[in-house]
C-alpha cells in the first residue's frame, strides 16, 4: 500500500466507510431475498433509503434524542478511525461501548415503552459480548506483546493462527452488532419485526437516516476488525471477512431469534468458555 | 411501464387495519411473499408509522378507530400517502349499512389511491402502492401539491358524531 498523509488517509475512509457499510447492507438484502426464492431489492437500495429519509420531515420528541443520534455517530466514526490508525486497542473498544451506550441513552430518552425495552435489551447485549471483546483485546496483547491494533503488522504473523477460537467467539459478537437474525432482539432489520422497531421507534426522517449511516460505519468497521485477522495479506483478509459475512447472512436466515436470556446465557458460557480456552493456550 | 414516470425509489409501508374481515389483510400480507415480492421495488414493510411513508388501510371506519387511524396518519412524517386497499377502505364496502360504520377511510384521513376489490388482488394492490410511490414522488419535489380530497362526511351516522 502507499503510505498516505493521515490527514487523507482519514478524510478518505470518513468518506469511503458508509458507502461500504452500505454496499455491504445492500449485498446481504439481495443475499436474504434470493436465499428466500425472492428477487430481492437492487444491492443499491440502502443508498436510495438512507437519501429518502434525509428528505423527509423531521419530527422530534426531544432535544436530548437528537443528540444522542449524533453523539452515536460521532463515536462510531472515531472507533473506526482509531481501528484504522492502529491505536490503542483499549481506548478503541472504549470509544466503541460509548457509540453503543449513546444508542442506548437516546432510546431511554423517550417514553415510548418499546424503544426503552429496546434500550434494556440493548444492554443486556452489551454485558453479553463486552467480556469476549476485552478477552480478544488481551489476546492480541498475549499474541504481538502490544496493546496497539496495529502491532500485527509489525509481527507479520496472522492472528488468526494464534486466536482461531477467539475468533469464532468473535463471530457470534459480529452476530450480535450486525443485529443478525438469532441476536437481533433489541431492534431488528426491516423484514423481521421486533418491539416494533425496538431502540430505533422514535427516530423518524433524517435522524433515523443517522443512525443507519452510523449502522453503516459500523458495518464497515467489523469488516475491518475481521480483516485485522489475517491483516498481514490483504487478500486473504479480504476473503475472511467477505467469507464471514456472507456466513452471518446464512446464519440470519437459518436461526430464529432467541431471548435475551438466552442469548445472555449462551455468551457467557459457549462464547466465554471458547475465548478463555484461547487465552489459556497461551500460558500451556 | 414507461421509463420517464418518476417513481419514488424506497416507499415505505405501514399496514393498518381498521375494521377488515381480513381477507385484504391476508391478500396484502401475500405481496409480501416471493410470488410477489414487494421488496423488488424497494418496498418494505414497516411496523412504526414514524419509519413510514405510505399508509395502507384495510376495513372501513367506525366510531371507534376513526380516531385511531387520525392518529396513526399524524404520526407518519411529510411527505406521505395514503392508500385504501378493497371496497372496506374505499366506500365501507358491505359494511357500509352497519350503525356503527362511517363509511370509507376518506371520511377520517385524505386518501391518494383508492383500490378496488373485495378482497383486493395482490397484484392490483401493487399496482396501488406503486401509483402511491409515484404520488409521494411528486409530493417530495413540489410540496406545494394539493393534498389529496379532505374528509368529507356523506353520510350522517346514526349515532353521535365521532370526535375526530
Ligand atoms: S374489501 Fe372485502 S375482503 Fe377486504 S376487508 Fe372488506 S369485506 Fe374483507
Redesign the interface.
Known amino acids: 500500500m502507499i503510505p498516505l498523509n493521515p490527514a487523507i488517509e482519514i478524510a478518505l475512509l470518513i468518506v469511503l466507510a458508509p458507502l461500504i457499510g452500505a454496499l455491504l447492507a445492500g449485498m446481504d438484502?439481495k443475499l436474504t431475498?434470493r436465499a428466500?426464492?425472492?428477487?430481492?431489492?437492487?444491492i443499491l437500495?440502502p443508498f436510495?433509503?438512507t437519501v429518502?429519509l434525509l428528505?423527509?420531515?423531521?419530527?422530534v420528541v426531544n432535544r436530548m434524542q437528537i443528540m444522542y443520534a449524533y453523539l452515536h455517530l460521532a463515536f462510531m466514526i472515531l472507533a473506526l478511525v482509531l481501528l484504522v490508525r492502529g491505536q490503542d486497542s483499549l481506548m478503541f473498544l472504549f470509544i466503541f461501548a460509548f457509540s453503543t451506550l449513546s444508542l442506548v441513552l437516546g432510546g431511554m430518552c423517550v417514553r415510548s415503552p418499546y424503544s426503552r425495552i429496546g434500550s434494556q435489551r440493548e444492554i443486556m447485549l452489551m454485558v453479553a459480548y463486552e467480556p469476549i471483546l476485552i478477552l480478544l483485546m488481551i489476546g492480541l496483547y498475549l499474541a504481538n506483546g502490544s496493546f496497539l491494533l496495529g502491532a500485527t503488522l509489525a509481527t507479520g504473523k496472522p492472528l488468526l493462527l494464534s486466536l482461531p477460537l477467539l475468533f469464532i467467539a468473535f463471530l457470534v459478537v459480529v452476530a450480535i452488532k450486525l443485529q443478525k437474525s438469532p441476536f437481533d432482539i433489541a431492534t431488528s432489520h426491516?423484514?423481521h419485526?421486533e418491539l416494533?422497531?425496538g431502540l430505533?421507534?422514535?427516530?423518524?426522517?433524517p435522524y433515523?437516516a443517522i443512525l443507519e449511516i452510523a449502522h453503516f460505519y459500523e458495518t464497515t468497521l467489523l469488516f475491518f476488525l475481521i480483516m485485522m485477522f489475517w491483516v498481514t495479506n490483504l487478500w486473504i483478509a479480504l476473503a475472511l471477512a467477505c467469507a464471514s459475512f456472507f456466513l452471518m447472512t446464512v446464519v440470519d436466515n437459518a436461526f430464529a431469534r432467541l431471548t435475551s436470556i438466552w442469548t445472555f446465557r449462551f455468551m457467557w458460557t459457549g462464547a466465554l468458555l471458547l475465548a478463555l480456552t484461547n487465552i489459556l493456550w497461551f500460558y500451556l | 411501464m414507461t421509463a420517464i414516470r418518476k417513481v419514488s425509489k424506497s416507499p415505505w409501508v405501514v399496514h393498518f387495519n381498521c375494521n377488515s374481515c381480513n381477507g385484504c389483510d391476508i391478500e396484502f400480507l401475500a405481496c409480501l411473499t416471493p410470488i410477489y415480492d414487494l421488496e423488488r421495488f424497494g418496498i418494505l414493510h414497516v411496523g412504526n408509522p414514524k419509519h413510514a411513508d405510505v399508509l395502507v388501510v384495510t376495513g372501513s371506519v367506525n366510531h371507534r378507530n376513526a380516531r385511531v387511524l387520525k392518529n396513526v396518519y399524524d404520526q407518519i412524517p411529510d411527505p406521505k400517502v395514503v392508500v385504501a386497499l378493497g371496497v372496506c377502505a374505499s366506500t365501507g364496502g358491505v359494511f357500509a349499512d352497519g350503525y356503527n360504520v362511517l363509511g370509507g377511510i376518506d371520511k377520517v384521513i385524505p386518501v391518494d389511491v383508492f383500490v378496488p376489490g373485495c378482497a383486493a388482488r395482490p397484484e392490483a394492490m401493487i399496482d396501488g402502492i406503486l401509483k402511491a410511490a409515484e404520488i409521494l414522488e411528486t409530493k417530495r419535489r413540489h410540496p406545494e401539491t394539493l393534498p389529496a380530497g379532505q374528509p368529507v362526511i356523506t353520510r350522517t351516522p346514526t349515532a353521535a358524531a365521532p370526535a375526530v
Request: aromatic residues 6%; positive net charge; hydrophobic residues 25%.
Open positions: 438484502r431475498a428466500q426464492g425472492r428477487i430481492g431489492p437492487p437500495q436510495f433509503d429518502k428528505r423527509k420531515s423531521p419530527i426491516h423484514a419485526q416494533v422497531k430505533t421507534i422514535e427516530y423518524s426522517g433515523l
